[in-house]
């Protein structure tokens, strides 16, 4: 048991640069908390101790303001970050080295008594406010951005963005200091945006070549499309 919670300090050290010692882990991070509450409602509810399980996951939703069902799985070295308004549903299950933020809904979309919720394989990345929905698989290392709506299947390594997600990432490197920049993850409609205007500016030129044999003389609408996709992907980095 000691070695197991020892191995659950060592994870926040390894995902939180902002911890500085044992004392404050043990004292004031809330995920951490939540987790070792949850294995005792875990525990009691796998010997049939329903009503128990639900009182300890009470208290837990209480004290730290995330919700995890007695019936989830959670593997080894899991850490949720900050954790306000977690809620992770009864079959639910959460693969080692997953790292969880705030806001993150792991919930199911039946209500048939069966495997209805999301199973997380290893060190996979939920970002804040993201929802992954009903009985689908997130793959190894794969990272979900923030605010996403996953409902189907995510592939090993792959990165989720959007409403409903959608793959535009298709390896993640596996390593957590990399995978962390959420900075790099691309915009999807940032690219469509982008390649709607190399579109128009093939469109132009060809407009342009009939308009010369016309003996029309217009003036382009747009007149460096470069420009403009450099000026669009800049203005995007920016923002971020």
Same mark, same amino acid.
């Given at each position: 048991?000691?070695?197991? *919670?020892?191995?659950? +300090?060592?994870?926040?050290?390894?995902?939180?640069?902002?911890?500085?010692?044992?004392?404050?882990?043990?004292?004031?991070?809330?995920?951490?908390?939540?987790?070792?509450?949850?294995?005792?409602?875990?525990?009691?509810?796998?010997?049939?101790?329903?009503?128990?399980?639900?009182?300890?996951?009470?208290?837990?939703?209480?004290?730290?303001?995330?919700?995890?069902?007695? =019936?989830?799985? !959670?593997?080894?070295?899991?850490?949720?970050?900050? =954790?306000?308004?977690?809620?992770?549903?009864?079959?639910?299950?959460?693969?080692?080295?997953?790292? !969880?933020?705030?806001?993150?809904?792991?919930?199911?979309?039946?209500?048939? #008594?069966?495997?209805?919720?999301?199973?997380?394989?290893?060190?996979?990345?939920?970002?804040?406010?993201?929802?992954?929905?009903?009985? +689908?698989?997130?793959?190894?290392?794969?990272? !979900?951005?923030?605010?996403?709506?996953?409902?189907?299947?995510?592939?090993?390594?792959?990165?989720?963005?959007?409403?409903?997600?959608?793959?535009?990432?298709?390896?993640?490197?596996?390593?957590?200091?990399?995978?962390?920049?959420?900075?790099?993850?691309?915009?999807?409609?940032?690219?469509?945006?982008?390649?709607?205007?190399? +579109?128009?500016?093939?469109?132009?030129?060809?407009?342009?070549?009939?308009?010369? #044999?016309?003996? +029309?003389?217009?003036?382009? *609408? *747009?007149?460096?499309?470069?420009?403009? !996709? #450099?000026?669009?992907?800049?203005?995007?980095?920016?923002?971020?």
């Amino acid at each position: 048991m000691f070695s197991r *919670i020892r191995e659950d +300090i060592q994870a926040v050290f390894l995902r939180d640069p902002a911890a500085k010692n044992w004392l404050e882990v043990i004292l004031a991070y809330p995920g951490l908390h939540a987790l070792w509450l949850h294995r005792l409602a875990h525990w009691l509810y796998q010997n049939r101790f329903f009503t128990f399980a639900r009182l300890v996951s009470h208290f837990n939703r209480w004290f730290t303001g995330i919700e995890i069902h007695p =019936g989830a799985k !959670i593997g080894r070295r899991v850490f949720i970050d900050h =954790g306000m308004g977690v809620v992770i549903g009864e079959t639910a299950e959460v693969g080692d080295d997953c790292l !969880i933020y705030k806001g993150v809904v792991l919930g199911g979309v039946s209500l048939e #008594k069966k495997k209805r919720h999301p199973t997380l394989g290893r060190g996979v990345v939920v970002g804040s406010n993201a929802c992954v929905l009903g009985n +689908i698989k997130i793959g190894d290392y794969a990272r !979900i951005g923030s605010g996403s709506v996953v409902i189907e299947d995510v592939p090993a390594y792959a990165t989720v963005v959007g409403v409903p997600g959608k793959v535009i990432k298709k390896r993640t490197t596996g390593d957590f200091q990399k995978d962390l920049e959420h900075s790099d993850l691309p915009d999807p409609l940032l690219e469509v945006v982008k390649e709607w205007l190399k +579109i128009f500016q093939r469109f132009e030129k060809r407009l342009q070549k009939l308009e010369e #044999k016309q003996g +029309i003389k217009e003036q382009e *609408i *747009i007149r460096d499309y470069e420009e403009k !996709i #450099k000026k669009v992907s800049f203005e995007d980095k920016n923002e971020e």
